[in-house]
């Protein structure tokens, strides 16, 4: 990952309280890949802010508002890795990278679209299956690789 932003801290944030319970620098820097000094930087924008509140020996927490954008951002990644996964990638770091690199982008309408999709493969198993079949019929052409 490049320099991770706000929203990567929240996304990962929250992840490691649902893990947890709390979140503390050294995972966040950890997961993050980046250095300790960094996390501290972007913790007290995230405080300054109102999203994350600091507990003595506990940790970071997050506020009502942090948490509530903390879990948006992540069933945002779950949401785009599902659907890289459903149009036929299979290997899980590339998954990471690419979601890593596009979550960004997507906002409430173009979110929702995807996951309308995803509805209607999840609702229409028979849709979802010949597809899945499709696939392994028509191997990748060579502009995929
Ligand atoms: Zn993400």
Known sequence: ????????YLEIIWQLIQEKGYARAAD????????RASVSRMVQKLHASG????????????TVQG??????LFERHQA?????EVIGFDDPAHI?????????FFGPD??????????????????????????ATHPLGERCR
């Open 51 to 62: 999203q994350v509140t600091y507990e003595r020996y506990r940790g970071l927490n997050l």
């Open 110 to 135: 173009e979110l929702c679209r995807i996951q309308r999709f995803l509805d209607f493969m999840d609702n229409e198993k028979t849709m979802y299956e010949a597809w899945t079949a499709w696939q």
């Open 67 to 72: 948490s509530r954008r903390g879990r948006r």
């Open 28 to 35: 966040i820097a950890q997961r993050l890949g980046i250095s």
């Open 96 to 104: 990471r990278t690419t979601v890593e690199g596009i979550e960004h």
């Open 80 to 84: 785009l890795a599902i659907f890289l």
């Open 1 to 8: 990952m490049s320099t991770p932003s706000q929203e990567d």
